[in-house]
């Protein structure tokens, strides 16, 4: 999907502190943790435990039972608590239900949860547009 070969190797900027850090110096704590979500934190994971937020981050559509998902971000989110998302809803083209934005706010209206804010930014998928041959603009919604 390149035009040339200099576009397949570029620089990234790591930010500077790395996010554990500042969350440690803040005297936060922040978990990444690789695998099944739902296996990991979901009641009865090994990993299930409350968190005062949960940020979700160009993931909510790539899971096979999006209820599940929203369960299990549920029961880690403490009361009062938030849930951040960011993201597309890019759903693999298999999946049998895919939601809507104004339906998956339904779905978390229903369990409870009221939006404070929430904005569409639109943006290239995963680099500036042109650079690939083939380039998608995805519309990221981001809620708190």
């Known amino acids: 999907?390149?035009?040339?070969?200099?576009?397949?190797?570029?620089?990234?900027?790591v930010p500077s502190p790395?996010?554990?850090e500042a969350a440690r110096a803040a005297g936060r704590t922040m978990k990444m943790v690789a695998g099944d979500m739902v296996a990991v934190y979901g009641k009865g994971g090994s990993g299930h435990r409350e968190f005062?937020?949960?940020v979700t981050c160009f993931f909510i559509d790539t899971?096979?039972?999006l209820i599940e998902y929203f369960k299990t971000i549920d029961a880690s989110v403490r009361e009062g608590g938030y849930?951040?998302?960011l993201?597309?809803?890019?759903y693999k083209k298999d999946l049998r239900l895919k939601l809507t934005w104004d339906e998956i706010r339904l779905v978390w209206e229903h369990m409870g949860y009221e939006f404070l804010e929430t904005s569409q930014v639109h943006?290239?998928?995963?680099?500036?547009a042109?650079?690939?041959m083939y380039t998608e603009r995805y519309d990221a919604v981001f809620s708190v």
């Open 1 to 13: 999907e390149n035009w040339r070969l200099s576009d397949q190797y570029f620089g990234v900027a």
């Open 18 to 20: 790395l996010p554990g």
């Open 52 to 54: 005062d937020s949960v």
């Open 63 to 65: 899971g096979d039972d």
């Open 83 to 85: 849930w951040i998302n």
């Open 87 to 90: 993201g597309p809803l890019n």
């Open 123 to 128: 943006t290239s998928y995963h680099m500036e």
């Open 130 to 132: 042109g650079v690939k």
